[in-house]
């Protein structure tokens, strides 16, 4: 039979996977074809009935998708041709170009023409997905686009042209990508959060720069994930920087994902970490200054990068493990330590992006940077990327890592605080004990003042009136100091009969207020109970009262004070 703490355990421990099975009926709900505009029936793709010509390479009737460029050189032209049926005014055709120029004549006129700017100069041509308006009458007409590469290699296959109108073309290409859309905008939404409270941090001076990071690396992921699935291109049509957000997100996520793993593991950090963070620092510089200084654009370094990652994927893992180990040991010895290992998220979200990341490169031939999935008949799992199913998941992985890091360090604050309560407290008064004034003096800076008091009489009612009641006489006194020195920094039982009270960067007036409203709490005391009287002695000094200002001679100045009063009381 299982105890109670261990069933509270695997209840906390079942959070994660009832968390991703939530989310994964979302997106397999949201994705699925309930969910499709009608307008997508109300658009074609032109696959069929292509003719290409390529150099002296001429083919006719061929499939746009299965045609195959292979290896290809920039300035290389290649040339297709088809018949195109248009039923009304506004038909529109929609494609993709990307590393590529495109010109688009309509019945042999020129009427589109895209990245020859570029091809002149020689510059990167950044990808774009062409909105093209037939200004045309109704009938079938000849489509001819001209292709130029201006990269070597750039691609294997051609994009699909669609064909319809923009209004259906634009709310299609919505629906396609409907579930990127949701996790990039859950990414985006959460960094902008976690970025909130990390502002709200540093502001009552409980900066976490775990957070900043952990904030920077969401925005980062969904950033990455609008950009490569062209959001970006329907917002505005800043091609250039678009595609160079996308590239720079991509190029980033490595270092991102080294620093959030830096700045939650900083005090237990290994050299590798360090200098795997470095690289990710040094190499998009120096991809960045090959690109702007046009040696080697940025577009031939992605299969390096993403091997990269993964590379260093499984070099961060044995140090994530040996974290793990060391943190569940610490937390086993620890008097203080409470709850779960929230260190069993992050590694559990850190081995669910490495497989998805794996899958990912496994079921496509190269690293999909900067290009687009394909608008085809939407249905379920069509817009399903498993490496942005990784990030989502590493993110929700780390935001309850964080939640229960908080809860944890919350609740063993707490215990601390009560074991330190424990220790640092006059068990009959609640007042504050000798080891707790010696703790304070030793933190004691600037002007201070001491105040020295001793109760009367209190080994007469010990004696007469036995212990219980002079007990009582300890804490009906301590009452009358918590109310009379409200203002003062730490009031101390030192002793049997002896109290202790400081204030810091105070003044004589509002010492004396403070003892002359002890005096009424007694007299006020004693008008109402007629078992013991209470009265006590009192003397205060200050620091700039003695010479050096130790607070070792400021209470025995103070004392002595109290001494005198004392001996007046008796005599």
């Not at 979200?349 to 490495?354: H, K, R, Y």
């Not at 939407?378 to 929700?396: A, K, P, R, S, V």
Request: with cysteine; proline share 2%.
């Amino acid at each position: 039979m299982l105890d109670l703490s261990r069933l509270k355990n695997i209840k906390k421990f079942l959070v994660l996977p009832l968390l991703i099975a939530f989310v994964t009926v979302v997106l397999l709900v949201f994705g699925s074809s309930r969910f499709t505009v009608n307008s997508e029936s109300k658009i074609s793709p032109i696959e069929e009935g292509w003719s290409v010509f390529r150099g002296v390479e001429s083919l006719r009737d061929v499939r746009l998708a299965d045609y195959y460029i292979g290896e290809s050189k920039r300035g290389e032209t290649i040339i297709t041709e088809n018949e195109i049926s248009v039923e009304k005014q506004g038909t529109t055709l929609m494609f993709l170009s990307k590393l590529n120029t495109v010109d688009v004549y309509l019945d042999d006129d020129l009427i589109y023409t895209y990245g020859r700017e570029y091809l002149k100069t020689g510059s990167f041509v950044p990808k774009k997905y062409n909105i093209v308006t037939l200004d045309t009458k109704p009938g079938v007409h000849k489509l001819i686009m001209v292709y130029t590469f201006t990269e070597n290699n750039s691609i294997r296959r051609f994009m699909p042209v669609f064909y319809g109108q923009k209004s259906d073309l634009i709310k299609t290409f919505y629906s396609h990508h409907r579930i990127s859309i949701f996790i990039g905008a859950f990414l985006v939404m959460y960094s902008c959060i976690i970025f909130a409270l990390w502002v709200y941090l540093l502001l009552t001076r409980k900066n976490d720069i775990e957070i900043l990071v952990g904030a920077i690396f969401a925005n980062l992921l969904g950033v990455y994930i609008f950009a490569r699935n062209d959001i970006f291109c329907f917002i505005g049509n800043r091609e250039m920087f678009f595609s160079m957000i996308e590239y720079t997100s991509f190029y980033l996520i490595p270092l991102g994902f080294s620093m959030l793993i830096y700045s939650i593991h900083s005090h237990n950090i290994q050299n590798k970490i360090r200098v795997i963070t470095a690289v990710n620092i040094i190499f998009p510089i120096v991809i960045w200054i090959l690109h702007v200084f046009n040696i080697v654009h940025v577009n031939h370094f992605l299969n390096v990068v993403g091997v990269l990652d993964i590379i260093e994927m499984f070099i961060i893992l044995p140090s994530l493990i040996k974290n793990l180990v060391v943190y569940r040991r610490e937390h086993a010895d620890s008097d203080v330590s409470v709850g779960m290992d929230a260190e069993i998220y992050l590694f559990i979200g850190f081995i669910i992006m490495m497989v998805m990341s794996l899958i990912e490169i496994g079921t496509k031939p190269s690293v999909k940077v900067n290009e687009s999935v394909y608008i085809s008949h939407t249905g379920l799992f069509t817009t399903i990327n498993f490496l942005e199913l990784g990030m989502l998941f590493f993110i929700m992985c780390h935001f309850i890592y964080y939640f229960m890091n908080s809860i944890n360090h919350i609740s063993a604050n707490r215990i601390k605080e009560q074991l330190e309560g424990l220790a640092y407290t006059d068990a009959l008064t609640e007042l504050k004990n000798r080891a707790a004034l010696s703790q304070f003096f030793g933190s004691l800076r600037g002007n201070f003042g001491i105040v020295s008091i001793d109760l009367d009489r209190l080994k007469y009612v010990n004696d007469n009136m036995g212990h219980m009641a002079g007990d009582k006489m300890l804490v009906m006194f301590a009452h009358v100091l918590k109310k009379a020195f409200g203002p003062a920094d730490i009031i101390a039982r030192t002793g049997g009969d002896e109290f202790l009270v400081v204030f810091q960067n105070s003044n004589e007036l509002l010492c004396k207020k403070c003892i002359d409203a002890m005096s009424k709490e007694m007299a006020k005391y004693n008008e109402m109970n007629d078992e013991f009287t209470l009265s006590a002695s009192v003397g205060y000094a200050f620091n700039h009262e003695v010479k050096g200002g130790r607070y070792q001679d400021v209470f025995y100045l103070a004392d002595q004070r109290m001494y005198k009063m004392k001996e007046a009381h008796h005599g």
